[in-house]
Structures are given as structure tokens and as C-alpha cells.
């Protein structure tokens, strides 16, 4: 009875899983959206595999298990029955699967010592099978589910890797190549722009680019889109041909026109395989195409067909896959954070999901206006992004996953810290906290601001310190800090007398900056490190500044309305005043400005090119900002020179078009020495 029961929920949990298997399967393949992560249909497939194994009287024809792999091709194309079958890979997900890939290539072929491997990267596109008839490109087909594919010729003759012709007398009479078709990196970003113009739909990444830019019935479509090919083997051929190695074959294909990806190598057993693993991984965020992992084949095809296949893949291959950079997770909670401004920043709250490396368990959502876009509920399934060192992305909520209780995501009215009712400008996206330096949030970030590396560079007065000062009601704003006392800091926690000294000796330090330096510490909104430069330049002390009004600081180069605005509002506040009087009768001092000087350079506009031996490119702009000089990006009409070092760009020739004064190296300076002389 008992073995009834359990045997009827074995039946349950294999139907379910194929179900769900072949939900999954149509969502990825056939509609190119996928609503599951890779791993994660890795674990259901492994799971009905084991089970299967454990009941095989449960196996059907129809299971997912006994398939090869894929959907039936879209009614539309006509459908291309492959020569030989389009295989798929075994997948290693961490260097023991590879080990044990490796003992497995051993154990069957009976040899001892290294093997020798063809590693290449393993492209994130589609596979393609491509037949050349006496070199000439006659059809192109998809994978499909490796037995069938869609016709997909038409289409396949407008990208420019395929060549239609192959070149030399060598070419085998029947020759079918198999490959990737991707989409570059920046072709993506380009189309996805384009879509954002035109309020179309925006694709997830380059994979369902390439996908659905090659499935386009019309191939104009597909010819305006930027994909390229590289491929990786051959499928069937007939006629004089050279299969003694992978490498050999890639090398024929590379002879007669076709492209074979340059980072592929041959190496020496399972350490040469792991050592191309991580070196790929460095050079991946600088590919110009997206790759998901490496793949290890066995270089020799004596071996390989000794080793033969399995249902759906050769045993001879197997892709080592790099940790998935887009994941599945649930969106739990959404928090509001107080910046330095008062911006609120709504925070997705996740459940920790390891992606691209790391274990993200937060991401901002920056605003509103994101969230009701993408459409976000808590509770949603959601897909996470993090691709080399970018901060994590919630890129979108899985609406056929969306649960029954998913709650709407609100605005609060009170900011979470000082309950101060919260404003949202009409046309702003950003929602703030009015309290300024009354909210703790607000004075926290604008201490940490003061402290920051490029601000007074306070070393030693860390985050948490920080927010320890206000809590403890210690420090209430930035020229509090310079009244601290040695006993007070040592009391605090993880302290002690000999750092509080430290920090003590480094807030002195710290008194010693640039004009600067004090006014971007003071962290007037919209005043970043560039405009504290100009305002120091141009305005030289906090006296003259105090008087500026906006339409004097919009004289000065880069500074618009809102900024003048903003930097005019914070020095008519007294408490602003007062705070800075403070500061400087602390001991904060700077060397005074050297303002620019009149002189026959006043008022000239500079561009400058290439390299300078003499000065870098931040010091000559220097010089000539202090004799009066602008200094900008861009060769106009409105030049009155171009300075050339060497290896100058394009610049140069515009300078020369337009009849604008180039000077070199040494009449630059030469001309600045006038000046002083
Ligand atoms: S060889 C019998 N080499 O990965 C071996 N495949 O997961 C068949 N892929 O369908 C494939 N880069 O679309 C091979 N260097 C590479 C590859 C590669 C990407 C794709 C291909 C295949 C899938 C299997």
C-alpha cells in the first residue's frame, strides 16, 4: 500500500515537471523569452532525469528526457531537416564538473597524461548550419530541436560574416559549417536606443537580439539589424577534406573565407583548460560580443568519434559556463532611502540570488517613474542583472510568474526618517524630503559628503562613525566635527583612545585644502567637482561669492540657471553662513586663488590634441585658464587655436579645414612665455 502511494506521487512530480519543462522549453526557445533562469531549468531537467532513471517503467516517448532539445519551428519558415543532427553541449558549472569531465575522457579512451584540448568561447547566440555546394551558399538553417530547423537563408545572406562565396580551388563539393550568429555589444545598445525612440519593445539582451532579428519574416528587417557569425565546426561534407584535428578543420574554414573566433587555442590538459577559463573571464567585459562561458573539445576526432555521443550532446565537448549574470529572484520588499538632497530613493529588497559573481541582495530602483515603467510589484519574480563590476539591475518583473497576494509599490507620504511630509514636483521624477539638514538622513550623507576622498578627504571618519556621531546627537552638522573632544570619540564604540587621537591628527591634517576642495565639500546641489572648480577660479574668496548674484555666476563658463539658482539659495541662507564662518575659524585654510590675469590670451578659445611631452593635458588647460584662456572639447569656427602634440586626432584636421592657428608643442609654450616676459 505504502509503495502504491509513494509510486503515485512519482507519477505526480514527473507529470508536473513535464509540464513545467515544456512551458519553460517554449518560452525559451520558440518564443525567445525566457521566464526561467538556466540553472534553474538545469535542476527541474536533473530532477525528472533522476527520477526517470529511478522509475523507468514511468518513462513516455513524449518526456522531455527522450526529446533532443528545442520547439517545433514557427509555422511560418519552411522547415529544414539537418544531415546530421544539431547537438547541444553538457554544461559545467564550477571547476569539479570539469575535473570530473576530464577523468571521464580518460577513463574511456584508456590513455594516461594530458589530452590535448581546443578551447573557444562559447558565443551567446544561436547556432546556425550553413551549406556551401562547390563553395557557393546555398541554404541556412536554425538548430530548431536539432533535427529540424527553420529555413532562415534570406535572412542569413544579409549578414556580412557569412561570405556567399567561399574562396580557394580546395572547397569540398558538399560543405556544411556550423556556427553562432550574435549580435555585437554595441549594435545591441544602438537598436535598443532606437526602440526607446520610438517607444517599441526593448529587447533583454544581445541573445534575443540575434533571435529575433534572424527569425524577422521580411529579411530587410534583418539586414538593418548589426549581426555578425562566427562558427565552430562541421556538419556534413562531402569531397576532399582534412578531419584529423578541431584545430585543423577551423584553420580550412578560416582559408576559405570563414570567420573563426581569434581567441581560440589549443592546450594541454585539464590545466591549460582552466587556465583559458580565467583569462577569457578577464578579457570577457572587454569583448566586443557577449560570451556565457568557454568550451573544451577534444582537439583530436580520432578521439572524438572514439568517444562518441550521448542522446543530446558528444562526450568528447563540454561548455564551462561563467557564473550567469542575469538571475531569477523574488523582489520582497521595496525600502525608501534619504540621500544627501533629499532625493528619495526607492530600494529593491531581494532575495539574495548569486549573480554575476556576487551575491546581490539589494538594487536601487532610482525612482517612481522606473517602477510604475517596468511595472514592479513586491512579490514579483523578477530578473536580476549585474554584468562585471556594474552595480546590480532589476531588470524586469516576470508577469506570468506574478503571484496572487503581489502588492503595488507606493510612494510614502513621510519621509521614513523625519516624517517630514514628502514632496514630488510636477515633471521632477525625483521625490524628496524637504527637511534639508533638520532630517538625521540628510545631515549623515552630507557629513560623509565633507569627509569623502575628493571632498576634505577625512581618512579614518568611515560611514559608520559617521552615522554613529549623528545618532548619538554628537554632531548635528559638518562644523560640529571640529569641535569633537579626544575623550568623547575614545568613549565611542570600537574606538578607543589611540584612534580617536588618529582621527583627531587627521582632522587637523584635513584643514589644509583648496578653495576647491572646501566649496564641492560643502555640497551645494548640482555643485560637482567641476563647477567647485570654476566657482574658485572665477570668484577666488567666499566674500565675493556671498555678493554673486545669479546672473553673475551665469557668466561664468558652464554654469546655467537651475545651478545658479541653487548656489545663489545656499549662500543667502544665514545658517549655511554660519556654519562655513565656523569651519574657517576652525582652522580650515586655503592658499589664495590665483585669479586669471588679464592678458593678450583673455578671452581666446583653445582646443587642445594629442599628446603634450612637456605638461599633461589638465596642466596646459590650467595655464591657460589662470592667463584668461577657455579651453574647449570641440575645433569650431569660433577656434582661435589648436594646440597639436603628438599623434593628434581627427581635431587636427578640422582645425586645418576650417583655416583655424595650429600651434606646436614649442609654440605653445613659447607663446605662454611671452606672456610672463
Ligand atoms: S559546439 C556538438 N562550440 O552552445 C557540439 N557550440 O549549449 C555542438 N555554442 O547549440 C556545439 N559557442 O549554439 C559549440 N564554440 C562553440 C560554441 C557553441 C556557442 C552554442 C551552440 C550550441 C550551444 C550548446
Not at 568557454?294 to 558528444?314: H, S
Not at 557564473?323 to 529588497?349: K, S
Not at 513621510?414 to 532630517?439: K, N, T
Request: glycine share 8%.
Amino acid at each position: 500500500m505504502g509503495k502504491q502511494i509513494s509510486q503515485k506521487n512519482v507519477q505526480d512530480e514527473i507529470e508536473k515537471l513535464r509540464h513545467d519543462i515544456r512551458r519553460y522549453k517554449h518560452s525559451y526557445f520558440t518564443l525567445d523569452s525566457p521566464i526561467i533562469s538556466d540553472p534553474e531549468y538545469d535542476q527541474l531537467f536533473r530532477r525528472l532525469q533522476n527520477l526517470e532513471i529511478q522509475h523507468p517503467e514511468l518513462i513516455t516517448p513524449d518526456s522531455p528526457t527522450q526529446e533532443r532539445s528545442g520547439a517545433k519551428p514557427l509555422k511560418a519558415f519552411s522547415e529544414v531537416k539537418h544531415a546530421l543532427p544539431m547537438l547541444s553541449l553538457d554544461n559545467a558549472f564550477n571547476e569539479d564538473e570539469v575535473v570530473d569531465f576530464d577523468c571521464r575522457v580518460h577513463e574511456r579512451l584508456g590513455v594516461e597524461g594530458d589530452i590535448d584540448y581546443i578551447c573557444e568561447p562559447k558565443f551567446d547566440g544561436l547556432a546556425i548550419s550553413l551549406l556551401y555546394e562547390k563553395g557557393v551558399f546555398q541554404q541556412g538553417a536554425t538548430r530548431g530541436d536539432g533535427v529540424t530547423g527553420e529555413d532562415v537563408t534570406q535572412n542569413l545572406r544579409t549578414i556580412h560574416s557569412i561570405p556567399l562565396h567561399l574562396r580557394g580551388a580546395d572547397v569540398p563539393a558538399v560543405l556544411e559549417v556550423r556556427g553562432e550568429v550574435y549580435m555585437p555589444k554595441a549594435g545591441f545598445e544602438e537598436l535598443n536606443k532606437e526602440a526607446g525612440r520610438k517607444g517599441t519593445k526593448l529587447f533583454v539582451n544581445p541573445r534575443n537580439a540575434a533571435a529575433g532579428s534572424l527569425r524577422q519574416l521580411d529579411s530587410h528587417i534583418t539586414a538593418s539589424r548589426p549581426l555578425a557569425f562566427f562558427c565552430y565546426g562541421v556538419g556534413l561534407v562531402n569531397g576532399k577534406f582534412s578531419k584529423d584535428t578541431q584545430s585543423s578543420i577551423l584553420e580550412q574554414l578560416k582559408k576559405w573565407g570563414l570567420p573563426v573566433n581569434p581567441l581560440i587555442e589549443v592546450v594541454k590538459g585539464i590545466n591549460g583548460c582552466l587556465n583559458f577559463f580565467h583569462n577569457t573571464a578577464k578579457k570577457r567585459p572587454h569583448l566586443s560580443y557577449d560570451i556565457d562561458g568557454v568550451v573544451y573539445k577534444v582537439n583530436r576526432l580520432a578521439l572524438q568519434e572514439r568517444l562518441g555521443f550521448v542522446t543530446r550532446a558528444p562526450r568528447w565537448a563540454l561548455a564551462h559556463k561563467f557564473p550567469a549574470q542575469e538571475e531569477f529572484t523574488t523582489l520582497e520588499a521595496v525600502d525608501f532611502q534619504v540621500g544627501r538632497t533629499g532625493a528619495i530613493t526607492p530600494v529593491a529588497r531581494l532575495k539574495p540570488v548569486f549573480v554575476g559573481g556576487v551575491t546581490v541582495s539589494n538594487a536601487t530602483l532610482h525612482n517612481m517613474d522606473e517602477i510604475k515603467e517596468k511595472d514592479l510589484r513586491i512579490g514579483d519574480i523578477v530578473v536580476v542583472r549585474r554584468a562585471g563590476d556594474v552595480i546590480p539591475e532589476v531588470v524586469k518583473a516576470i508577469e506570468e510568474r506574478r503571484p496572487a497576494h503581489a502588492k503595488k509599490i507606493a510612494l510614502p507620504t513621510q519621509c521614513p526618517v523625519c516624517h517630514s511630509a514628502i514632496e514630488q514636483i510636477e515633471g521632477e521624477a525625483v521625490a524628496r524630503c524637504p527637511a534639508g539638514l533638520y532630517c538625521p538622513a540628510q545631515r549623515k550623507e552630507a557629513i560623509k559628503h565633507f569627509a569623502s576622498r575628493r571632498a576634505m578627504d577625512i581618512e579614518g571618519l568611515g560611514d559608520k562613525l559617521v552615522e554613529q556621531l549623528v545618532d548619538e546627537k554628537l554632531v548635528k552638522n559638518i562644523a560640529d566635527l571640529y569641535s569633537l573632544k579626544l575623550d568623547v570619540l575614545a568613549d565611542l564604540e570600537r574606538m578607543g583612545e589611540k584612534s580617536a587621537q588618529n582621527l583627531l591628527d587627521q582632522f587637523e591634517k584635513g584643514k589644509t585644502t583648496t578653495f576647491a576642495r572646501f566649496l564641492y565639500a560643502l555640497g551645494i546641489r548640482e555643485v560637482g567637482e567641476a563647477t567647485a572648480k570654476i566657482l574658485a577660479r572665477h570668484f577666488g574668496n567666499l566674500q565675493t561669492l556671498y555678493t554673486a548674484t545669479e546672473d553673475d555666476l551665469q557668466e561664468t563658463p558652464d554654469i546655467g540657471p537651475v545651478v545658479a539658482k541653487h548656489i545663489t539659495h545656499f549662500f543667502k541662507e544665514t545658517h549655511n553662513r554660519e556654519i562655513i564662518e565656523k569651519l574657517v575659524q576652525s582652522g580650515i585654510h586655503w592658499e589664495e586663488v590665483k585669479r586669471p590675469q588679464k592678458s593678450a590670451l583673455s578671452g581666446k578659445t583653445f582646443v587642445l590634441t594629442g599628446t603634450l611631452e612637456q605638461m599633461t593635458r589638465d596642466q596646459a588647460k590650467d595655464r591657460l585658464e589662470n592667463v584668461g584662456a577657455k579651453v574647449s572639447d570641440s575645433v569650431s569656427k569660433k577656434t582661435d587655436y589648436v594646440v597639436a602634440g603628438s599623434e593628434p586626432g581627427s581635431k587636427l584636421a578640422k582645425a586645418e579645414k576650417l583655416g583655424v592657428k595650429i600651434l606646436t608643442e614649442t609654440d605653445f609654450l613659447k607663446l605662454l612665455q611671452g606672456l610672463s616676459s
